[in-house]
């Protein structure tokens, strides 16, 4: 399975709590939701989001997430520190983008209770985003359809008025 760094979408710290998680999640949401952002990457973004808060505010699955977290994320931030210090003292100019070093290693644990987790937790994220993008859709139509018959009922009513002015003129 490929894994997500879900410290890194949430935008969060290793050692945060779990009420930075809520705070930061909540927050990100906001920014994210589809009703707020009309970026073609919002349902993507807000599912990754979702996915991430659902596995770190999980205590279980944060435990197992965070041994593969260590195990794979952590070697490659240091990878690339330890590559951005290489490149920086022995830049050449004229290296390309394929000159660079990547991290390959593939990490060591297997952990199909925390897959089948990350997988349920990807479901209810896809969920939750097409559920709020249809509401969404919904409350539009919604808010259309009652601003149209409100303005039928204005007319109507302005429209009874200047009859019964016209007639109570003419007698």
């Known amino acids: 399975m490929t894994y997500k760094d879900y410290y890194l979408i949430l935008e969060i710290n290793f050692t945060a709590d779990q009420i930075e998680i809520k705070k930061k999640y909540k927050q990100l949401v906001k920014k994210w939701h589809p009703d707020l952002n009309k970026d073609r990457e919002t349902t993507s973004i807000m599912q990754d989001i979702t996915e991430a808060y659902l596995i770190l ?3 279980d699955a944060r435990i197992k997430y965070n041994k593969i977290y260590e195990s794979y994320f952590k ?8 590559d951005d210090k290489k490149s920086s003292k022995h830049s050449d100019p004229k290296s390309t983008e394929k ?6 290693e593939k990490h ?5 209770e925390l897959d089948n987790w ?8 896809r969920e939750y985003v097409f559920q709020s993008v249809k509401d969404i ?6 808010v259309f359809k009652y601003t149209l018959y409100s303005i039928g009922l204005v007319l109507v009513i302005f429209t009874l008025y200047l009859i019964i002015i016209l007639i109570s003129k003419t007698f």
């Not at 070697?75 to 330890?82: D, L, P, R, V």
């Open 57 to 59: 505010s999980d205590v």
């Open 75 to 82: 070697k490659k931030a240091e990878f690339k520190n330890n």
């Open 99 to 104: 000159d660079s070093h990547t991290y390959n």
């Open 108 to 112: 060591s644990i297997n952990d199909p």
């Open 118 to 125: 990350i997988r349920n937790a990807n479901k209810q994220a």
């Open 137 to 142: 859709k919904g409350i539009t139509f919604n």
